[in-house]
């Protein structure tokens, strides 16, 4: 039973470049989120999606980021025009149900974004 | 504004003595609170979890406390192994605010043989 998946683990990027990170959840699992985490920080939440809808982005920043969740294949989180800042850890997590507050998310292995 | 909080940024343990980790949090809306574990370079993996109407839940070696009136929780490891060694998060989510986690920043735990 495969876990959450995500691809690249490692990602490396110049100023100016766009960054598109990828996750596919649990077998099972229709609700997937994105969470950041800054260098010596805990992880912070930035959007909740399930397929084809944006449920939650209200930890995204207004600028340069989005995230899809399609039909078909994996979710999308797409930095634009990236800068030293978005250097971080990016982790995707999924949960089987989502329409509680009783559900565990269990997280990929990260993508670490690093931005020259 | 920090909801969540992991005041003690390390423990140091000796191998089969107990490990507490504690965490506070602000908003008494969470309803449902989790512990990770977390290795350099690896995602955050579910360790336990406790509901709001619940002050205890044990699964094998770990168990989480619950004290709501105090808005504190703590993760009790016995007996601590080498292997437990890492970083652990507590996270907090409120069925109002949907199902995002807000995370601590996180306590290293070591685990010394």
């Known amino acids: 039973n495969a876990g959450v998946m995500q691809n690249p683990r490692h990602l490396v990027r110049r100023r100016g470049q766009e960054a598109r990170l990828r996750c596919s959840p649990m077998?099972?699992?229709?609700?997937v989120y994105w969470y950041r985490q800054l260098p010596e920080e805990g992880l912070k939440f930035m959007v909740y999606?399930?397929?084809?809808?944006?449920?939650?982005e209200s930890g995204m920043p207004k600028e340069r980021f989005s995230a899809e969740f399609p039909k078909e294949g994996p979710s999308i989180l797409r930095i634009q025009q990236v800068v030293r800042g978005d250097s971080a850890a990016y982790f995707c997590?999924?949960?089987?149900?989502?329409?509680?507050?009783?559900?565990?998310?269990?997280f990929g292995p990260g993508t670490r974004l690093t931005v020259l | 504004d920090q909801q969540v909080k992991q005041n003690s940024p390390s423990l140091s343990v000796q191998e089969g003595r107990i490990s507490i980790l504690n965490c506070d949090y602000t908003n008494s809306m969470f309803d449902y609170f989790l512990w990770y574990k977390k290795y350099p370079a690896e995602g955050p993996t579910f360790l336990i979890s406790?509901?709001?109407?619940?002050d205890k839940n044990e699964d094998g070696r770990f168990t989480v406390f619950l004290n709501k009136s105090a808005k504190h929780l703590s993760l009790h490891i016995v007996p601590s192994q080498p292997g437990d060694s890492a970083v652990y998060f507590c996270?907090?989510?409120?069925?109002?605010?949907?199902?995002?986690?807000?995370f601590g920043a996180g306590t290293i735990l070591r685990v010394k043989s």
């Open positions: 406790i509901s709001s109407i619940k």
């Open positions: 077998k099972g699992h229709s609700h």
């Open positions: 997590a999924s949960s089987p149900k989502g329409t509680s507050g009783t559900d565990t998310q269990y």
């Open positions: 996270a907090a989510s409120a069925r109002e605010y949907g199902n995002k986690l807000v």
């Open positions: 999606l399930q397929k084809e809808n944006i449920i939650d």
